[in-house]
């Protein structure tokens, strides 16, 4: 699909997708505030975290929001304890590179891949909480290949 | 409907953590000569204030590496009159501008009544004069406005020397401040000190508030404060994620970001009504919106692409328009205060730097040479931007003037200080 859009023909397409979504767009779409999730939902923070002995951290390429094998192997061994978990907190984290909204946008994205591929595999998503920090808290403070790479993550913790 | 209301104290600056100054790091070779020559005073005034104002006002006009100045012990008369005034003594020191001022007096009340002039010694004309009446204790406010007039008759652009900068500090992995200084770096605040990240800093036109995104919940969350009262509100949480917010024009509206179950698309926010309305429905990021200056059109960076490119949309007919093409990576747009230009962060190579396009062209113009830059901020007047990079593992703002001739650094003493922005001019 990404692909057909990056063609002429396809920008062609897509532009007069939008217009047309867009003209349906203006009739009705205001949205009443709180009528959804809020900062209520976070209580569970509060609570205690369950401790697991797995590596609980899935890791990105730049500007890439794919999981590869490596990582659904590592989601895999995670399931039993996710699905004894009352929440689970994935939490989607960006390097420094690039800028900072856009990359809280993209953690955000990070951290749902993770969602889709738990819930694809049985895990209720009522208890999963997305929380993306973009580049606000890197592991690593350090600018290079090698900070960057361990900065690009989802973590996961169960509650 | 929970609402969140704080009341914050406003801590002084205890000079702890920052502090920002302006160092220059290259000005150009050809700037131009101003001589401030100390100010006369009637007799029966303060003897300091007449050298406090025209120091005052030579810091001002040297802040950006703009202009070069003339040692008062090389000066070879100290006029503060016309009548006084020959240009010879200026034009042999090669001097292209002097200003010269005058205390005439101070009433009961503590009012200082202070006249200046400015003159182009190369022409061999006064090309300004002024009045001013001001406070005794006030002498830094009015010290500003002289700068500002001088300024604006030597560069024909708008004076900004009572503008303010607010800025993110990341003192240590755990404290994060919300700060407004002068953009001198004087008179520092703290607005807001808290354990979780600080984001995304907008003035509001009128300069009364910011708005800026707070994880102090646990996740992004918009916040408006009263630079007043201290007074913070939540906007309250919509979807997963707030961010981005920025003001209207008009100051009525915020375009922000709101992410509903996880798809980011950019919203119009009525402050009044609280309402939010659509912009963009995309399932790609829509992120980082700000206004053109007619309030017409909202630049925005999408990864609809593939990578993140800028677009702009027409906030009534919605129609939409692609920016930037070259690079794969161009983020965070703003507008120059003339609408015709737009500047942002162009990755290319592996190296994040701030770049200018005009609206007309397809060419990108890099501004910067270091790698990690971004949160670029324009000044009001359009010549000179401001923007975040990184040395090691400190974060500290750069800035450079847009006709080339200065560049400089605005470090902080400890920490990171970051996501500079700069505030519009009071009307």
């Known amino acids: 699909m990404r692909r057909l859009f990056m063609e002429p023909i396809g920008i062609f397409i897509l532009a007069m997708l939008c217009q047309v979504y867009s003209c349906a767009a203006n009739v009705s779409d205001s949205v009443e505030r709180m009528q959804y999730a809020s900062v209520a939902g976070e209580e569970y923070l509060q609570g205690d975290k369950l401790e697991t002995n797995l590596d609980d951290k899935v890791y990105f390429d730049f500007d890439k929001s794919a999981l590869d094998a490596e990582d659904k192997n590592l989601l895999e061994q995670y399931l039993p304890e996710i699905k004894k978990a009352k929440i689970v907190r994935l939490e989607g984290h960006c390097d420094e590179r690039g800028t900072r909204e856009y990359n809280l946008a993209l953690g955000e994205r990070r951290a749902l891949e993770v969602r889709d591929f738990l819930v694809v595999k049985g895990v209720s998503g009522k208890k999963i909480r997305v929380v993306s920090f973009g580049e606000e808290k890197p592991l690593k403070s350090s600018s290079n290949e090698k900070a960057w790479a361990e900065n690009r993550r989802v973590e996961i913790s169960l509650y | 409907m929970i609402k969140f209301f704080f009341m914050i104290v406003f801590l002084v600056s205890n000079h702890i953590f920052s502090i920002l100054e302006i160092e220059i790091l290259k000005g150009s070779d050809n700037l131009s000569k101003v001589a401030f020559v100390p100010f006369g005073i009637e007799s029966g005034i303060e003897e300091n204030y007449g050298i406090q104002i025209s120091r005052n006002i030579e810091k001002n006009m040297l802040l950006f590496g703009e202009f070069e100045n003339l040692a008062v012990n090389e000066m070879l008369s100290y006029p503060s009159s016309e009548n006084d005034f020959y240009y010879r003594d200026w034009k042999v020191l090669g001097v292209d501008y002097s200003v010269i001022g005058k205390i005439n007096s101070v009433n009961a009340l503590g009012n200082l009544n202070i006249s200046y002039s400015l003159f182009n010694i190369n022409r061999r004309i006064k090309i300004l004069e002024g ?93 408006i404060q009263d630079l007043q009262s201290g007074e913070r509100d939540s906007i309250q949480a919509l979807g997963m994620t707030n961010s981005a917010p920025v003001w209207s024009p008009d100051g009525k509206s915020l375009a922000l970001v709101v992410s509903f179950s996880g798809n980011p698309d950019i919203f119009l926010y009525s402050i009044r009504n609280k309402r939010l309305v659509r912009l963009t429905n995309h399932y790609g990021i829509d992120t980082e919106p700000s206004w053109s200056p007619d309030s017409k059109k909202i630049i925005f960076t999408s990864d609809r692409s593939g990578s993140p490119q800028l677009y702009e949309i027409n906030t009534k007919s919605k129609r939409k328009k692609r920016l930037t093409r070259d690079g794969n990576y161009n983020a965070r747009g703003r507008y120059f205060p003339d609408g015709k230009s737009i500047f942002f962060v162009h990755g290319r190579d592996g190296n994040f730097q701030i770049a200018t396009k005009k609206l007309s062209s397809r060419y990108i113009e890099t501004l910067t040479s270091t790698s990690l830059d971004e949160s670029p901020t324009i000044s009001p007047n359009g010549n000179i931007i401001i923007y975040a990079t990184k040395d090691g593992s400190n974060g500290y703002l750069g800035g450079i003037t847009l006709d080339g001739k200065s560049k400089f650094s605005l470090p902080v003493k400890n920490g990171s200080v970051r996501e500079p922005a700069w505030s519009p001019l009071l009307n």
């Open chain 2, 131 to 223: 009045e001013i009446v001001g406070s005794e204790d006030n002498i830094e406010g009015i010290s500003k406005i002289i700068s500002n007039r001088i300024y604006e008759e030597i560069t024909g652009l708008k004076g900004i020397f009572d503008t303010k900068l607010a800025y993110v500090i990341n003192s240590d992995a755990d404290t994060y401040q919300m700060c407004i200084s002068d953009i001198d770096g004087k008179n520092e605040q703290i607005l807001f000190t808290s354990k979780a990240p600080i984001m995304s800093p907008d003035w509001s036109p009128d300069r009364k508030k910011i708005a800026y995104v707070s994880f102090e919940n646990g996740l992004a969350e918009i916040f």
